[in-house]
């Protein structure tokens, strides 16, 4: 998200479902642009379709 009108609003939101040792994660990481930020892993799933599902619900709810 990006405000140029009104200053100290540049944000930015990374997920991604990952594949590690036969398991499957969902990886988010969020904050301010140039800032390191916070980061969450949920999982993890013994297969790919509950962490996708996961991911998607998170995409939408950050994609209003």
């Known amino acids: 998200q990006t405000n140029i ?3 100290n609003n ?3 939101i ?3 479902v ?3 040792a036969g398991s499957y994660l969902v990886h988010k ?3 301010r642009v140039g800032s390191v930020g916070q980061m969450k ?3 993890p799933f013994a ?3 509950p962490a996708v599902k996961e991911f998607l619900k998170y995409f ?3 994609s209003k």
């Open 60 to 62: 939408k709810s950050k």
């Open 47 to 49: 297969a790919p379709e």
């Open 14 to 16: 990374k997920a991604q």
């Open 18 to 20: 990952v594949s590690k």
């Open 29 to 31: 990481r969020w904050g």
């Open 41 to 43: 892993t949920d999982g």
């Open 10 to 12: 540049n944000k930015f």
């Open 5 to 7: 009108v009104d200053a």
